[in-house]
């Protein structure tokens, strides 16, 4: 069992950063690739970023290349997603997940913690 908890979300002006982490519990932590979706109003969830369990592997959709770094600590059982040159179309509910799956479908992921907000004004 992991449970996950996220922080660091916001309110920012566009082009600002944040850092978001997300709070693992449970021992099992280390042997989980771990994922960043966020959801906008009215939209479908959408895979942001993800990092393998040794951190040997990312991966980031083409919208935030560039721009978001995805790390983790395991020794902290904690990942965290770097935000730079933030965008009004970044505003969503972010959430981390964790999976032994395919790292982008949502679906292969086991645990997800509750969100949080991050909004980008223009």
């Known amino acids: 069992q992991v449970q996950l908890v996220e922080s660091g979300g916001g309110l920012v002006q566009a082009g600002g950063s944040l850092r978001l982490s997300c709070a693992a519990s449970g021992r099992t932590f280390s042997t989980y690739a771990m994922g960043w979706f966020r959801q906008a109003p009215g939209k479908e969830r959408v895979f942001v970023a993800a990092i393998s369990s040794s951190s040997s592997s990312v991966s980031y959709a083409h919208s935030v290349k560039g721009r978001f770094t995805i790390s983790r600590d395991n020794a902290k059982n904690t990942v965290f997603l770097q935000m730079n040159s933030l965008e009004p179309e970044d505003t969503a509910v972010y959430r981390c997940?964790?999976?032994?799956?395919?790292?982008?479908?949502?679906?292969?992921?086991?645990?997800w913690g509750q969100g949080t907000q991050v909004t980008v004004s223009s």
């Open positions: 997940a964790a999976t032994k799956g395919v790292v982008q479908d949502p679906r292969t992921y086991d645990y």
